[in-house]
C-alpha cells in the first residue's frame, strides 16, 4: 500500500468512484481529475437548473397576467385598435404618432367607446380612455401608477426623474404636500404678467399669417410658448425660447427626446434597457439628450440657488416656482426636525 495515501470505505456507484481519503501529501491524478469532473458537472446541472427554474417562473407569470389581460381587452365598451395581428398586435396599423392618434380619433367616431385599448406585439395590451365617465373613475383611483415593465411611465424616468408625475405612494404624497402652497390662487395671480408677456410673443409670430389669411400649423409655437412659459415661472429663465425655436439646444433636446420616446413605445424589441441604451443608435442618443437635458435643468437650478443665497427671496416681484419649492422644503424640514 502507498504509505503516502490511507483509503478508507471505497466504492463505485453509479459507476464513479468515491473515496474518503487521507491525504499526507497528494492525490493520485486520476482521483483528482475525477472528483474535478463530478463537481464540474455538479455545477453545471445547477446552473442549468436555476436557469430554467428561473425561465419557467417568468413564463408562468407571464401567462396568468396575458390571460387576464386578454379577457380584459375584449370586454364589451372596450374599442380594439385592430385587426389584432398574432404576432405584431396592433403595430401593423400605423407608423408613427400621428398615423396612430388618426386611427384612434376614426374608431372613437365610429363606435364611441370608454375605454381602447391597442396591443404591442402579443406581449401586453395599452388601455386608453377617450370618455369623462372613464376619467373620473381613473382621477378618484388611488391605484399606483403603472411603471412595470408593460408601463409607459417606465421609459420617461431617466429624462424627467422619479418626480410628481412619475412617483407614486409615500413618495409622491410628500411632493404633492410640498407643492400644493405653491397653487394657491394669491400665489398664481403675479404670474398673469408672465403668462401675458409670453403671450404678446407668440401673438407677434403668427401676426404675419393672421394679416395675410394664410394656414398656419400654430401647434410648433403652441409648444414653444407653453416651455418658455414653464421656464419662465418655474427659474425666471428667459432665454428667447419662441425666437430661436428649435434651433435653442434645450429645444431641439426636448424635441429629439420627445420623438424617441415615441420610437420606444413603438418598438417592443427596445423595451429592456440593456437593449436600448448599448444596442441601439436611438437609446445612445436619447442618453445624450437626456444628458444635455439634465445639464441645462441643473444649471438654471445652481444659478437660482445662488441668487436666492445672495439676494433673499423677492419681494417686488413675482415668488418662481423655484423659490416656493425651496421654501416649501425648508418648512418640511423645520417642521421634521
Known sequence: MDPHLILNNCNDRYGLVFCKCIIRDTCPVEVHTQVTMVLGSYLISAILIAITTYLLWHISVFVRKYRKWKAASFKQH???????????GSLHLFTDLNSYFKLLGSIVDNERPKVYCAWVMFFFPNFGICHPDSAQILYKSSEPKAISTAGSYKYIKDWIGDGLLVSSGKKWERNRRLLTPAFHFEILKPYVKVYNT??????NQVKPNAESGEAV???????LTTLDTILRCAFSYEGNIQGQGSKHPYVHAVNRLSSLLVSRLLKPWLMHDFVYYNLSSEGR??????DYAHEFSNGIIQKRKKILLEEGPPTKRHIDFFGHFTNCQRREWNRTF
Request: glycine fraction near 4%; include cysteine.
Open 217 to 223: 400649423d400654430i401647434f410648433p409655437y403652441v409648444t
Open 198 to 203: 409670453v403671450t404678446d410673443i407668440f401673438l
Open 78 to 88: 372596450i374599442a380594439i385598435v385592430g385587426p389584432i395581428h398574432p404576432i405584431w
Open 285 to 290: 442618443e436619447y442618453k445624450q439628450c437626456c
